[in-house]
């Protein structure tokens, strides 16, 4: 018998409380795939980097009469997706970054370097 090889899927959230529209759908997908027993890994970055903030998802809503970011970020949770968060580089003149309070959501920063093998080495890589 040949065992089925686990699909890792990376999927860079890049859409943020400026476009509440569009916020669900990464975790909508994310929790789709991985009830499909696909490895997914949720990487924010640009505006999304905001959801990672105390209050922020909980305070976007994707449509005006349904639930909030943060609820489509626990359904993924609770499917085993893994979300991480594009660490910021050092302003001038700073050593080292600030690390921000994270929702208990977030599993954790993520680097460049990680990022770039993630692209490299899952075999899906999506943008949303």
């Known amino acids: 018998m040949n065992a089925v090889a686990v699909q890792r899927v990376l999927i860079l959230v890049t859409s943020g409380p400026s476009t509440p529209a569009r916020c669900a759908a990464p975790f909508h997908i994310a929790t789709l795939l991985a009830c499909l027993d696909a490895e997914v890994t949720l990487y924010l970055t640009g505006e999304a980097t905001e959801f990672a903030s105390p209050g922020v998802a909980e305070s976007t809503f994707p449509d005006a009469n349904g639930n909030p970011v943060l609820h489509f970020m ?7 997706v893994r979300i991480l968060l594009c660490r910021k580089p050092p302003v001038q003149g700073q050593a080292v970054v600030e690390e921000q309070p994270l929702i208990n959501e977030v599993d954790g920063y993520g680097s460049g370097g990680e990022l770039a093998t993630m692209i490299l080495e899952y075999e899906r890589v999506l943008t949303l």
């Open 74 to 80: 626990r359904q993924a949770k609770q499917m085993g």
